[in-house]
């Protein structure tokens, strides 16, 4: 009963916060300066994991579309050369001549990334499906 | 002048109610302990590629290839043939962490690939970060 009573006074008596909202303070002021606010958009370059190598290749693999893009970022579609910005209407001219054909991306490792994103971004917008390979001095 | 003056001294006598002020300050401390993420930024900002297929993203790990095929982790240079270990290092600190590979627009193809394939071996899901 007693204690109870001294509880209650204790709890009227006012506690000095100053101190505590010191540290309050310095550390709200610690976490906004140090928040990072991040703001990225991105796109997905990953590429399926390859098949198994017991696996037999299929037997009738689809036609594919290769582009090749040089060490120089030089673009060829199927051999052919062709400006990197011609490559689509390239690619969707030889779609007309190979139908459900799937579209390789082969780049030379010295090729700018910006050359990869662009194609890749270009299909992806068309809906079309591509691979990446990276390819050192391929034909 | 003695009215004032009293008034004033009457002012300074009565304690202000910071108790509201106490919760508003509270829920901020709060929110940017919750909120901050503790990101170990590649210390430059390159000139990404523009994509219009592009989503947001929200990474844990960011790693950045400049237009020299520097890799850049945590401000610090790197050739990518020794970033294996520190990107281990890092995936072992946040295991369930996303990446983000922030590369300039004249880097090398061989390098970001590079750099991504590392990530999937890994176990990290990764993304190339456009403008």
Request: overall charge negative; aromatic content about 6%.
């Amino acid at each position: 009963m007693r204690r109870a009573r001294r509880r209650s006074n204790d709890d009227e008596a006012d506690v000095d916060m100053t101190p505590m909202l010191d540290i309050v303070f310095i550390m709200l002021i610690f976490f906004i300066v140090t928040a990072v606010f991040l703001d990225e958009t991105a796109v997905d370059l990953t590429q399926p994991p390859p098949p198994p190598e017991d696996q037999p290749p299929p037997q009738n693999p689809p036609p594919a579309i290769t582009v090749y893009v040089d060490n120089n970022n030089q673009c060829s579609v199927d051999g052919l050369r062709s400006t990197c910005g011609g490559v689509l209407a390239r690619i969707e001219r030889q779609l007309a001549d190979k139908p459900g054909a799937s579209v390789i991306l082969r780049f030379d490792p010295e090729a700018k990334h910006n050359v990869l994103v662009q194609l890749k971004d270009g299909l992806d917008g068309r809906g079309m499906a591509s691979k990446i390979e990276v390819v050192q001095r391929a034909s | 002048m003695a009215r004032r003056s009293r008034t004033s001294v009457t002012d300074e006598g009565t304690e202000l109610n910071m108790t509201p002020m106490l919760d508003v300050v509270f829920i901020l401390l709060i929110f940017f302990i919750v909120t901050s993420v503790f990101v170990k930024t590649p210390g430059l900002e390159p000139f990404k590629p523009e994509a219009l297929t592009d989503q947001a993203w929200n990474p844990t790990i960011l790693v950045a290839v400049d237009s020299s095929s520097n890799v850049w982790i945590d401000k610090k240079p790197y050739k990518i043939e020794e970033i294996r270990p520190i990107l281990t290092a890092l995936r072992d600190e946040t295991p369930k962490a996303n990446a983000i590979i922030q590369a300039d627009r004249d880097a090398d193809v061989g390098t970001v690939m590079g750099v991504q394939e590392l990530f999937q071996d890994l176990g990290v899901i990764t993304r190339v970060g456009t403008e």
